[in-house]
């Protein structure tokens, strides 16, 4: 079966420091990735998603980026974190259009 | 331009009752529903999904409705159980090309009470 994990779950940064996220899916090969964020009082916000190696599309001009080093590992990264990067961040995966998106477990990141 | 929409940030229902949670969508793009559940502190659970070409699909105390001339779909719980409390999200997707992109709604809190 599939799984998909990512860490760390929790963290606090101070403001301009980088982050580092860090996805991974286990049982399949070739998924379509994605980051999420959900902001404190709002819905779930695509912020990445990936359709291969390499492959980063953006949906929202951010501080953040990300990127796909190997076929199941998705990583989302900032060189310097802003007060308003605080968030629930998901990261999720499926198979292709028409797949029901799985999520991760989320990571909280509070910058201070 | 919020094109899922979920006008009820909260709802209470008594134990045992019917809970409806209701989500509006504006793109006719869209082509697959999707609910998901979540606790907090947690990454979403899926629930149950539809694809366009149904108006309805059941899976257990699940089941979800989908009114395309609308643009409505709800999400009915029978019978509600004090487990069911968490937030609810409606989602729809469009594939525009090798990629499923889904937008979710605000979400609605559900409480269930015994």
């Known amino acids: 079966s599939q799984t998909i994990h990512q860490w760390p779950a929790t963290l606090v940064q101070p403001v301009g420091s980088p982050l580092s996220l860090e996805c991974t899916v286990e049982?399949?090969?070739?998924?379509?990735l994605y980051w999420y964020r959900q902001a404190a009082g709002r819905g779930l916000q695509l912020l990445f998603y990936?359709?291969?190696?390499?492959?980063i599309s953006s949906e929202v001009p951010q501080n953040l980026s990300a990127s796909r080093p190997q076929d199941r590992q998705f990583i989302l990264s900032s060189k310097k974190l802003l007060l308003s990067d605080s968030g629930f961040y998901l990261c999720?995966?499926?198979?292709?259009?028409?797949?029901?998106?799985?999520f991760g477990e989320g990571s909280w990141l509070t910058v201070v | 331009d919020q094109q899922v929409k979920q006008n009820s940030p909260s709802l209470s229902v008594q134990e045992g009752r019917i809970s409806i949670l209701n989500c509006d969508y504006t793109n006719s793009m869209f082509d697959y529903f999707l609910w998901y559940k979540k606790y907090p502190a947690e990454g979403p659970t899926f629930l149950i999904s539809?694809?366009?070409?149904?108006d309805k699909n059941e899976d257990g105390r699940f089941t979800v409705f989908l009114n395309k001339s609308a643009k409505h779909l709800s999400l009915h719980i029978v019978p509600s159980q004090p487990g069911d409390s968490a937030v609810y999200f409606c989602?729809?997707?469009?594939?525009?090309?090798?990629?499923?992109?889904?937008?979710f709604g605000t979400g609605t809190k559900l409480q269930v009470i015994p």
């Open positions: 989602a729809a997707s469009s594939s525009p090309g090798g990629y499923q992109k889904v937008t």
């Open positions: 539809i694809s366009s070409i149904k």
């Open positions: 990936s359709v291969g190696i390499g492959q």
């Open positions: 049982g399949t090969s070739n998924p379509n």
């Open positions: 999720a995966w499926n198979r292709g259009p028409g797949n029901t998106i799985y």
